[in-house]
């Protein structure tokens, strides 16, 4: 039988060990490993935390923005404060100055005028600190308010690593004195800081890397910046939208403005209000809590806030507000918008005083402040070259403008003031510093063709001197400022001879400024409003608005004649304009206050500048004038044989004889000594009044001379009596008019040689 094929053996596999009763256990960390891996563990905590506190991890953008805007108040309050310490000193110099030269009868007046010209710069740079807004921060401003805090911090850690060593000494050194107990507290303390430091660490994490001004929580920033939870941010200057019309609440009314004590309330009360009367103003920004009211800026949807205006005595009615309380001012960079004041009080009650300016302190082109705005700006100007007309019913301060003009222009050391008015007081309590007062149509005319001719003197003179285009004031060629007050009540004359001189004296800086109690052609007896370049409307008819400003002007948002002029009793709104063509200034609709000064501070002012002397035309230009022709409307009139036709309505008169004639101090100059020169004058006055003339031409005066006395002049030639003329002061010969063929010769007149004896 054959033997089965046995299978294949199977291959023995290793065995595996038996599984121990007990798993083997892996030797853990000893217990000085588990410390050393605690520390560590707890040192990455302490070196985050400290890391992110020295970075300002903690200091969201909110807080970062508060801290910035602590800073800039806080900079902004010391600035003023130190400014206040700067007038307080400049103040006391000027003071013991004062009281110096009163003992010393008179002392150092230009030091006493340097002092109180600092005292006026001072002021004003006060006032102009003062009158700053302050502003939200900048983002750089922001940013070194973060980087400051970061500095600050380093500077304590650093500072506290310093403190450490010597403090540990003295510890360890009483605990081996037997005295523990400091040792103990520093162990103690030491120990707690360090269990705050090593607490587990988890680094903050920020939606994005800024965060919008206008997302930050309302109760986390400065108070000046909050608004209304429901309203949004509110900064003044920032265009914060308060409130549009799509977020009003359903059914709410209008309510008086008293009702409104946030700006959320106010924006409200504005949108439902113009909803009410039909005026398409869909939003309200920029809102403004101000002692006498509210201000903030609207935009209407369609159209142009002309309908504001239109409908603001509406609208004083919805808000309960006097009249005229409601003041829009048209923004023009921004066609739908305007500027909304709602006025429940004075807007000008907190506008700064009148700033104490030394004589010869200023000069005709400098700026200096005479009003502020209903907004709390400046209203400063410059008259140098400026011609300005001043409109204002009875009542609506003209005199208080005027001499708030004349305070400025009378303190200047290279201006000369004269002033006219056919009708009232002029200038007043400054008399005393105002080089020529003239009142009656005699002395007007005259004044106003003596400056006629120097202004066309001087055309053709600033040539020769170098001046270039316009004449440059001096204390030696000074400029001349006329205030020409009730100028419609004037003659027909003067109103002529203003008027030329309106057209040519703004280059040679002989300056009028006109006032009016009425804006119209009809009043005025020309366009003159629309001639000048400064001009300026307080109370008055809506027909002198436009008539100043343009027929768009009330539209544009000019509303003067909305202002009410004084009564006996109430000054009302009495010397507040409206203003264009202030230089250097935008023309905006804005309402302006004039700073009145009492009449005793004008006085006072008046009497120290006349003190330190009055400024006289420069010779070169009295010179100037002899070449110059009178216009032919103030030509006397002859006939073809040489008579006498019609009497010259106003003769040109020497600067000596207009003196004499408005009743002015004479020049201080030299007197005329006896000599050749006196000789000459004497005789050429007897030899006219012998002839019974009040001129004389040149050849024919010298002629006569020379019969009145061979000896004298037998030899002399015309120019060097001309010359002997010129040195006694007569200066060269002048126009005398039509003298028998001659239409127009030259000469010299009896009236102007006569003032030189």
Known sequence: MATEAQ?????????????????????????SGRAKGALKEQSGHAKARLSDWLGGGDLDPVTVIQLATETKTRKHTEKIAQQQRRVAEAHARFSVAKMRAEVEDGGNTSALASLGGRVAAEEAKLAGLQATPLLPPTDREIAAARTGKKAGRAAIVAGSSLATFPALGTAIEQ?????????????????????????????????????PFVTTPTGSLPATFQASPAGGAVMPGMNGVVMSVEQLPEGAKP????????????????????????????????VVR????????????????????????????????????????????????AILRLIDGNPFATAPGLPYRAPKSLSITDKFRV?????????????????????????????????????GVTACRDNITIDLDPFGDGLEDLGDAVRITARTNEQIEAVLLFFLVMAKGRARLRAKLGMGKKWQASPERPAVTIFFDELPKASTLAKRLYFDLLLVGRKELIVEEAAAQGGQSSYLGANIAQ???????????????????????????????????????????????????????ADEPIEYAIHEAPSDVLRQLAQERLEAGLLDPDQDSLDAMRGVDLPEYVEAEYDNEGNLKKAAPVELLSWESLLKLCGAEPSARAELVDGPARAAVEDAVAVMEKAGVDRMKTEALLGAAQEYDPAAYGGMTVEEFKALMTQAGAGGPVTLGPIGVEKNPRGFKLAKLTTLL
């Not at 106010?266 to 309200?284: F, K, M, N, Y």
């Open 290 to 337: 101000q002692p006498w009211g509210w201000q903030c800026t609207v935009r209407v949807s369609e159209g142009t806030p002309e309908v504001i205006i239109t409908k603001a005595g509406d609208l004083e009615t919805r808000f309960d507000l006097p009249t005229n309380g409601v003041r829009p001012q048209p923004i023009k960079a921004r066609r739908a918008c």
């Open 7 to 31: 299978p294949n053996p199977v291959e023995q596999q290793a065995s595996i060990p038996p599984m121990p009763a007990e798993p083997p256990r892996i030797p853990g960390p000893s217990r």
């Open 175 to 211: 605990a081996a004195g037997g005295q523990p107990m400091l040792l103990g507290l520093a162990a103690t303390g030491v120990a707690y800081g360090w269990y705050l430091l090593s607490r587990p660490f988890t680094a903050r994490t920020v939606e994005g890397v800024e965060i």
């Open 255 to 286: 309510f008086p403005l008293r009702n409104a004590s946030t700006p959320d309330q106010l924006a409200q009360c504005v949108l439902l209000a113009a909803r009410a009367e039909s005026v398409p103003i869909v939003e309200v920004s920029d």
């Open 531 to 585: 001639m000048v370049a400064l001009k300026a409307v307080g109370p008055c008819k809506v027909e002198d608005t436009r008539s100043v400003f343009g027929d768009g002007s009330v539209k544009e948002g000019y509303l003067p004649h909305k202002l009410s002029p004084a009564t006996a009793t109430d000054p009302k709104d009495a010397g507040h304009i409206f203003i264009q063509g202030v230089p250097g200034m």
């Open 371 to 407: 009003g502020t705005s209903v907004g709390g700006d400046p209203l400063e100007l410059s008259l140098a070259g400026v011609m300005g007309l001043w409109v204002a019913a009875s009542g609506g301060g003209k005199t208080g403008i005027l001499q708030a003009l004349a305070e």
